[in-house]
């Protein structure tokens, strides 16, 4: 179960969704998904971190098609046409305990081991592991994604809420996890020992939520730029955080629309990050 800070900043629950309206473009303008997630080729930096690359595209960002009005909270909407103008790299995987201790030389996770996803890391402590990873003068620079960049890699390709996962009851409580994402299990587990998504990124839904870049605002799709969003300026409501959990208890709570925000020193067992880089 999640705890009290941790539920009273989760996304509430909407009866209601509102039109669909212009986002309701054809699929054949957003970007499209790989035929096969398995068959991506990785970019890998020195510390063994893997990257696959996103393409450049467009997407409909928010509340998914045909999901129920309970599925989609009033922080998920409007629905909106995002335009992704650069393709960037992502994190195959969220960051794991071994390359955490191999940048910052610790590691704070409850559940320890190698392969198992870093968590009860803040948003600022990530910022500090930006840092030194940034101070290795690898070529690259590395930074969280922003919200928008999160869910167009996360959806990669599609409009659904599961972003193509199969899930038999989507409002279902106490469900086995299905193929692509862990919850209802017990604690975190090793990454990408679930299938990957189109674009070849694991555990994007469950395993551990997970940081972005970007102020939270829970109105801000109404005033989102098309090209490229990156967020308030600043905000009351700390900053965003994406994915579902390993303890959620339902694949709704995985849904890639989901919203949540916590404060920046704020650190909990399910909560952890990947990266995003790019050339310098």
């Known amino acids: 179960m999640a705890d009290r800070n941790r539920v009273g900043r989760r996304t509430s629950v909407s009866a209601v969704i509102l039109a669909i309206g212009a986002c309701t473009s054809a699929i054949s303008a957003w970007a499209q998904p790989a035929q096969d997630g398995s068959a991506v080729v990785y970019s890998t930096n020195d510390l063994g971190m893997q990257f696959a690359s996103v393409p450049a595209g467009q997407f409909p960002m928010a509340c998914s098609e ?7 909270s009033a922080e998920e909407k409007p629905r909106h046409t995002v335009q992704i103008t650069k393709a960037f790299e992502i994190g195959k995987t969220e960051v794991t305990d071994k390359q955490w201790q191999a940048v910052m030389g610790s590691d704070p996770s409850s559940y ?21 990873l940034n101070a290795r003068n690898d070529g690259f620079l590395y930074r969280l994604p922003t919200e928008a960049e999160w869910e167009y890699a996360a959806r990669a390709g599609t ?21 692509w994402a862990w919850y209802n299990v017990q604690q975190t587990q090793p990454v990408a020992n679930k299938k990957p998504n189109a674009w ?6 469950g395993n551990v939520a997970e940081w972005v870049q970007d102020w939270y605002d829970s109105k801000y799709y109404s005033k989102s730029p098309m090209a490229d969003p990156k967020g308030p300026d600043s905000s009351d409501g700390g900053r965003g955080v994406r994915g579902g959990t390993f303890h959620d208890d339902g694949p709704w709570l995985t849904r890639v629309s ?23």
């Open 66 to 72: 045909g999901v129920k009005p309970v599925e989609c």
């Open 112 to 132: 320890k081991g190698d392969t198992l996803p870093v968590e009860q890391v803040s948003f600022q402590d990530v910022q500090a592991f930006l840092g030194k």
């Open 159 to 179: 409009a659904d809420q599961f972003a193509g996962a199969t899930v038999a009851n989507s409002l279902g409580r106490r469900s086995p996890a299905d193929d």
């Open 200 to 205: 070849g990124l694991y555990d994007m839904r």
């Open 258 to 280: 989901l919203r949540m925000h916590f404060q920046e020193d704020y650190q909990h067992f399910d909560l952890g990050f990947r990266v995003v880089r790019e050339k310098r």
